[in-house]
């Protein structure tokens, strides 16, 4: 199963071997498996993987100031904005947004903790709270 990236908002989304499939079809299936949930959980995961992934692939750089760790932190968020097709659109044109990734769709204790690992402030934008808080 594959999630299309740089969809628009009627878009539908989801593909098996290549072939258009439903949310309301993913949704049944779950259900018959006794898994509870929807098919966009599946948008925080791979935001969430995204964020991981990416981090893994250029880490920060331990030396940076708080503004150039946020900047290079809302770069990732801008770009896993892009890839699940949240844009602003401001006098006509549409650009990503880091804030719909940042708030809704990569984990909270994932980005909070990042922050925390390399010895950061947490951000106000960056301080969702989770089920459990990190302690």
């Known amino acids: 199963m594959t999630l299309k990236s740089k969809v628009k908002p009627n878009d539908i989304i989801w593909q098996i071997n290549g072939e258009v499939i439903s949310g309301g079809e993913i ?3 779950l259900k018959s498996t006794g ?3 929807s098919p966009h959980k599946f948008r925080h995961l791979r935001a969430t993987m995204m964020f991981i992934n990416a981090l ?3 880490p920060p750089n331990k030396k940076w100031t708080q503004l150039q760790f946020e900047t290079y932190i809302k770069s990732i968020l801008t770009e896993i904005g892009n890839q699940l097709g949240h844009v602003r659109t401001i006098d006509g044109v549409a650009t990503p947004t880091w804030a719909t990734a940042a708030k809704s769709y990569v984990d909270p204790y994932t980005l909070k903790n ?3 690992l390399y010895d950061m402030r947490i951000p106000v934008w ?3 709270k989770e089920k459990e808080d990190v302690e």
Do not use: C, G, L, M
């Open 27 to 29: 949704r049944r299936y």
């Open 35 to 37: 898994f509870e949930s």
């Open 56 to 58: 893994k692939e250029k």
């Open 114 to 116: 990042t922050f925390k």
């Open 126 to 128: 960056a301080d969702a």
